[in-house]
């Protein structure tokens, strides 16, 4: 998620969105839910980088998703009022797992080098959380 990247077209958005849509999907799928609704209006994404989506299972379950250049991960809709609350909720659980891996003895060099990805990413998405302007419509 560098800040200098090459300006991508609406189509490479709309394909990365579909993309991310289809990944939560399938993940939501492999944790024993049927997608029922996405909640648009509640979903954010900041194309190519991170998507949050907020779905309806067909069990009248409500969860958010976060997908894209960050850890794929699912927590109750209870968790968090709006995208923005849900990121910096992730942020934290990240944060907290990569701690976990540090703290335990035997913790080998891939387990670290899974941690400080989950630290990379959580600082990431939490900065991302502190410009108002890219909440400003939420």
């Not at 949050?52 to 409500?62: G, H, I, L």
């Not at 960050?70 to 659980?93: G, K």
């Not at 540090?102 to 941690?115: L, Q, V």
């Not at 600082?123 to 400003?136: K, S």
């Amino acid at each position: 998620m560098a800040d200098q990247q090459p300006a991508i077209s609406e189509a490479e958005i709309a394909e990365w969105i579909r993309a991310q849509y289809q990944a939560a999907a399938k993940y939501l799928a492999e944790e024993g839910y049927i997608l029922d609704v996405v909640n648009l209006q509640a979903s954010r994404y900041l194309a190519p980088h991170v998507a949050v989506w907020r779905f309806t299972t067909m069990d009248k379950t409500n969860v958010w998703i976060i997908n894209g250049d960050v850890p794929t991960a699912m927590v109750a809709a209870q968790v968090a009022d709006d995208a923005r609350s849900v990121m910096r909720h992730f942020a934290l659980q990240w944060q907290l797992k990569a701690e976990a891996i540090y703290n335990n003895p035997k913790t080998n060099a891939d387990e670290k080098r899974h941690a400080d990805y989950l630290i990379s990413r959580a600082e990431t998405v939490y900065q991302t959380t502190q410009h108002d302007e890219l909440w400003a419509t939420q």
